[in-house]
């Protein structure tokens, strides 16, 4: 079966510092790709970084950046410079050609404290 | 581009009560999802639909539920009669074609769902 797990509930840092939220899954497949979606109050899911499974490079959008560990099934995301605006949940996600679909984590609650 | 719309926005209504849910996905967007979003949860994928056909609803609990999208267009998620478990967020989603789980859907507010 195919799982995605977020072991942090919880999570908060200080305005400007950096945070790094976990994420491991489970496939058999050997293509996928992985994402990380916000959710902030409004309830609208954003995405925030993808990464490709055949890409060894870790994706990075500016602020944004993923640790990306085939072997081990772990993609985690690190936010740099945290900012008031990145309080939200954050959502690990992992899609593959073999169900079409996505399968979420359970998600962490980031709360950035000015 | 308008993004995806959906609504209500928000619902309460009491248990065996019938509800329905809508969506309109961003323009020319082939695949349509409906994801149900308990408190606490993950989003769980309820049905899929490619154009106007089902490509999988093997999550979606069809004595209850059932969804629609007749023209290929928009889509209506309803649930009859509705339980106290099904209090959640709804959650919908469109991308260009099947293949949106390797670059990203789009997702609305969503409906947020209380039952009574």
């Known amino acids: 079966a195919q799982t995605v797990t977020q072991s942090q509930p919880e999570m908060s840092v200080q305005e400007a510092e950096t945070v790094t939220l976990s994420c491991t899954y489970d496939t058999s497949e050997n293509n996928y790709y992985l994402f990380w979606y916000k959710q902030p109050p409004s309830r609208q899911m954003i995405l925030v970084i993808r990464?490709?499974?055949?890409?060894?490079q870790n994706a990075t959008e500016n602020r944004f950046s993923v640790n990306f560990q085939k072997a081990a099934k772990s993609f985690s995301l690190k936010i740099s410079d945290s900012q008031l605006g990145d309080t939200a949940m954050y959502f690990c996600?992992?899609?593959?050609?073999?169900?079409?679909?996505?399968?979420f984590g359970t998600g962490t609650r980031l709360k950035v404290l000015a | 581009e308008a993004g995806v719309a959906q609504s209500p926005r928000y619902k309460i209504i009491e248990k065996r009560q019938s509800v329905a849910f809508w969506c309109n996905p961003i323009?020319?967007?082939?695949?349509l999802y409906w994801y149900q979003q308990i408190l606490g949860q993950g989003p769980k994928l309820l049905i899929q639909f490619q154009n106007n056909g089902v490509v999988d609803d093997s999550q979606l609990p069809k004595d209850r539920f059932s969804a629609e999208r007749l023209k290929g267009v928009d889509s209506t998620l309803k649930i009859q009669p509705a339980k106290l478990e099904d209090s959640a967020v709804y959650l919908c989603a469109s991308s260009p074609t099947r293949t949106g789980y390797n670059y990203g859907y789009t997702f609305g507010s969503g409906t947020r769902l209380t039952v009574v």
């Open positions: 996600a992992f899609g593959t050609s073999g169900t079409y679909k996505y399968i």
């Open positions: 990464q490709e499974a055949y890409k060894q």
């Open positions: 323009s020319g967007h082939a695949t």
